[in-house]
């Protein structure tokens, strides 16, 4: 039986962990005995995802952070080392995405908003976190950015988000090769198209319409899917993967589905 007993003990942070996958990931820690800093800009939300896991034995703490405010984002880890004296990893999931535009359509202010979250705030929990890590001389240091399919592939009328998105990955890979000497690996989650928020007020026949056209296996994933690669990569199984962008999409970044006669549809039966 594969064993994930190395996260016992480690102290991690995770952004945007009021919902969605960060609140998935955050959960998911907490049940394999990690402390988890609860961090988002939703105080109540994040409030209500530590009691959860205090309720299920698990430890965690909240700290209120905009991941686009330097100051934030300093606290966020100064108080991660206050509260444990160390700091192992760091998951910058904290991300929202753009209404769906062409270039030309974009507005500067949109292009400041959405960078200075995307990008920009996954480049101040990594600096300040790294920081942290280093100084906690982690034998098992990691740090996971939760970027996109966006930041592997184009995407029409998407551009800001996309760029960020690339951009983070490109964080992901300089950093892994700055660190790999130190003990901290550094690697990117790429979700597919994932049951979150987003979703939630969508009538379930547009929710399946989408996943057809999005998802090759015909559905959307879930947050826990994600969050298990989480929890992969931030346990010591996982110390010889370094700067890759892993895609959670069920094949969706390899192309498209045709559908397909099959000659013998017997052999499922
Ligand atoms: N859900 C998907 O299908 C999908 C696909 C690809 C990538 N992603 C990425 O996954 C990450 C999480 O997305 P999600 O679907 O769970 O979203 P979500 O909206 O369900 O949750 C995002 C969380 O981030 C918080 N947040 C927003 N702005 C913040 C800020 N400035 N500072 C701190 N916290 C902030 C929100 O309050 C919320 O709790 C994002 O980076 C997103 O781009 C999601």
Not at 259 to 266: D, L, N, Q, V, Y
Request: hydrophobic share 45%; proline share 3%.
């Amino acid at each position: 039986m594969t064993d994930f007993s190395s996260v016992e003990g480690k102290v991690a942070i995770v952004t945007g962990a009021a919902d969605g996958l960060g609140k998935a990931i955050a959960l998911c820690y907490a049940e394999n005995g990690m402390k988890v800093i609860v961090s988002d800009i939703n105080a109540d939300k994040g409030l209500g995802v530590v009691q959860d896991i205090i309720t299920g034995g698990g430890e965690a703490v909240f700290f209120k952070t905009d991941v686009s405010l330097e100051e934030d984002v300093r606290g966020l880890i100064d108080f991660a080392v206050t509260t444990y004296g160390r700091l192992d990893g760091i998951v910058n999931n904290a991300g929202i995405s753009a209404d769906s535009r062409p270039i030309h359509e974009y507005s500067i202010e949109e292009f400041d908003k959405i960078t200075a979250i995307d990008l920009k705030g996954v480049f101040m929990g990594m600096k300040f976190g790294i920081e942290a890590i280093l100084k906690s001389k982690s034998p098992g240091g990691f740090v996971i950015n939760v970027a996109s399919l966006a930041g592997i592939m184009g995407n029409s009328a998407m551009a800001i988000y996309t760029s960020s998105k690339h951009g983070v990955v490109g964080l992901t890979k300089s950093a892994a090769l700055d660190y790999a000497a130190y003990n901290i690996t550094v690697n990117a989650i790429c979700p597919g198209t994932i049951r979150t928020s987003i979703w939630r007020d969508a009538p379930e026949e547009v929710v399946q319409q989408y996943a057809n056209i999005l998802s090759p296996n015909g559905r959307l994933g879930d947050p826990k899917e994600v969050a298990h690669v989480a929890l992969f990569l931030a346990s010591d199984l996982a110390r010889y993967i370094s700067g890759s962008a892993i895609p959670v999409d069920a094949g969706a970044h390899v192309g498209k589905v045709t559908p397909t006669k099959w000659s013998h549809p017997e052999i499922l039966n």
